[in-house]
């Protein structure tokens, strides 16, 4: 590594090794170098950076949410940043991410108060929506946040490369069922509600090697603004982030080991880095709490610069 490499407190980021998962969307515990999901960067009087755990304020205390895609990644800070505001959560996940799950339960259970379901069901399968309310509401009673934010990418070089079951099972995993649970959600929730859905920089900035799952990012983008102005007069917000790189299980289940290398370093404006999911948390926090209470219809950009004026 050369000796003009990012300045930054988050190893894997300044790293970024040579690594691949087999199967999407990943997992957490197969990370070359773990992600940091709790801890942001400071600044100290010198300039120089270090690592502080989050701490949260109350700032959803006694809310109770939905986290999609939230046993790893993003939806695992998400998830650990909404307890930590004293929010009880409900975690949807892939069966077969069950290590990541149960490792976050015991992060929860051990670092706040809050309660914790987790639900192993693929959001895509029949009568899926259905299932998660039923059960959160069986559990918590009410339902005041829902955080879309399951999601999955398929690289390819062309659009000639293109499969017809992979652009469906993009659309079906990224849009189709975030509409299907929104639908399912709204009519249990009451003025002050919040929903916050997940789009991309790639919406915005497009990717040539992610045709389709660009286009469910434009998609859940235009989603956010229309459900938006349909829920204002109830008193149900609605907006977005879109995250630009961030080291995920996602990345390295849709990449080569070799594209993963040094992914990132010097193509991010801000820090010169790829982002770890714990500098995207308290994006979600805002929109979920009182801080977000007179914003709808927005997305909230998170990027390090990699796109501007976007909106």
Known sequence: MSSDKPISAYKASVEVPKQTQEDLPGLDKDMAIPAEHSKLEFWDEN???????????EKLKGKKAIITGGDSG???TVTIFFAREGADVTVVY???EEEDAKSLQDEITQNSSAKILLLPIDLTTQGAAQKVIAAHLDKFGSVDILVNNAGKQIMSSGIEELKDENILSTFQTNIIQMMQLTRETVPHMKRGAAIINTSSVVA???SSQLLDYSATKGAIATFTRSLATQLAAKGIR???VAPGLFYTPLQPSSRDADQMEGWGLGAVPLHGRVGQPAEIGEAYVLLAGP???YMTGTVIHVNGGVHIGGA
């Open 47 to 57: 300039g120089k950076p270090y690592l502080k755990e989050y701490v949260g304020s």
């Open 291 to 293: 801080g977000g209470n």
């Open 74 to 76: 993003i939806g695992r």
């Open 94 to 96: 892939l069966p077969e």
């Open 238 to 240: 609605v907006n977005a």
């Open 204 to 206: 915005y900035k497009g």
